[in-house]
């Protein structure tokens, strides 16, 4: 599903389901999904343009969930228990104008995770 962060979903109702299913649903990811979705937790629900990410991470220049975040984007499409929220990583529906946003109640919880996955001071 794909909506701004003027039409999100009510992340506040997702974060416990999520707390209790992220060290799963990020076990799988390769580094560089890893850092992606630390820099969109850092930012704080700030919209990310796609051209930065292209730039510090070698992305190309076009929004792709199931290309920039394959693990993430195959764990929430298999798990029945989760169906019914919305992907973390949101894409902008613009190719031109392209950026991804994490709502800020997911940061939260996304961030010291990655931090501790990915050996970082914290």
Known sequence: MEASPDQRPDYAAQATAWKALLPEAIEDAEMIELWLLLR???AKG??????????????????SLD?????????????????????????????????YWMAPE???????????LLGLPR
Not at 71 to 91: G, H, Y
Not at 106 to 116: C, D, E, T
């Open 46 to 63: 700030q919209r990310v343009p796609i051209g930065e990410l292209a730039r510090s991470f070698g992305l190309p220049d076009a929004v």
């Open 40 to 42: 969109l937790a850092e």
């Open 67 to 99: 290309h920039d975040f394959p693990a993430l984007s195959a764990f929430v499409a298999t798990r029945k228990e989760i169906a019914d929220l919305a992907m973390p990583v949101v894409p902008s529906n613009s190719q031109e104008s392209g950026w």
């Open 106 to 116: 997911l940061a939260v919880l996304f961030r010291p995770a990655l931090v501790s």
